[in-house]
Structure formats: C-alpha cells, structure tokens
C-alpha cells in the first residue's frame, strides 16, 4: 500500500495508529498479517497531506530533511523493536508448549510400556 500512495510504511503506520477508531471496521489480521478493505485504503489515502517535492536550496532546507529523514527512521526502528518483541513472546510461548508435549509424551510412553508389560503377561 505504501508504495501504491508513494509514501513510506512509517507513515501508513503512522496513519492506521491516528484513524484506528475510523479503521477499526475496516483492518482484519490474520497469521500476524494486518489486511485493510478498499474503503480503509481510502480512508488512509485521504488523510494522507500531498506534499510537493521541492529543491534543497539551502543548509536549512537540507538540516530539515534530515532531521525528518532521522525521525522517520527512528519511528521505523521503534516499530521494528516492537515486532521483535512480540516475535520473541511468541517463540517463548511456543517454547512452553513444546515442553508441555515433551513433557505429555514422556508420560504416555510410561503409560504404553506399563499397558504392553500388562498385555505380555496376559
């Protein structure tokens, strides 16, 4: 979507985060995956402000863009932490549950052996 607009993800992020209540109807998620309908593309496509490209003329212009440069890729990376996080919490809990079977297994192998001693002795 963010190079249909011709802008960057940070800002459809940016975006969704400020208009969630208007696109709560219209962002679906599944396996992780954020989907927004034709109707929340156009919602995220009008609030997004037309900016004209314009010339670095000076050290102001070009101190600004790379201020604003800086703070997008700051955004981008507090993002991109966050998802980390998750990722790590969901690893984690995967973890868990490996162990749990790990665990489910060792027993009803127990069990199996003890029923197959019983069944040999029959």
Do not use: C, W
Not at 4 to 14: A, D, E, R, W
């Amino acid at each position: 979507m963010a190079r249909m607009l011709g802008v960057s993800k940070v800002t459809i992020y940016k975006k969704i985060n400020k208009n969630k209540k208007t696109l709560k109807t219209h962002i679906h998620t599944r396996s992780n995956i954020t989907y927004i309908d034709d109707e929340g593309v156009q919602i995220i496509k009008d609030s997004i402000e037309v900016v004209t490209p314009y010339l670095l003329n000076d050290d102001t212009d070009l101190a600004e863009f790379k201020r604003n440069s800086l703070k997008d890729l700051n955004e981008a990376i507090d993002i991109l932490s966050h998802q980390i996080e998750i990722k790590k919490n969901q690893i984690n809990r995967k973890d868990e549950i490996i162990e749990s079977y790990k665990s489910i297994l060792k027993s009803n192998r127990g069990k199996i052996q003890y029923l197959e001693s019983k069944l040999s002795e029959l």
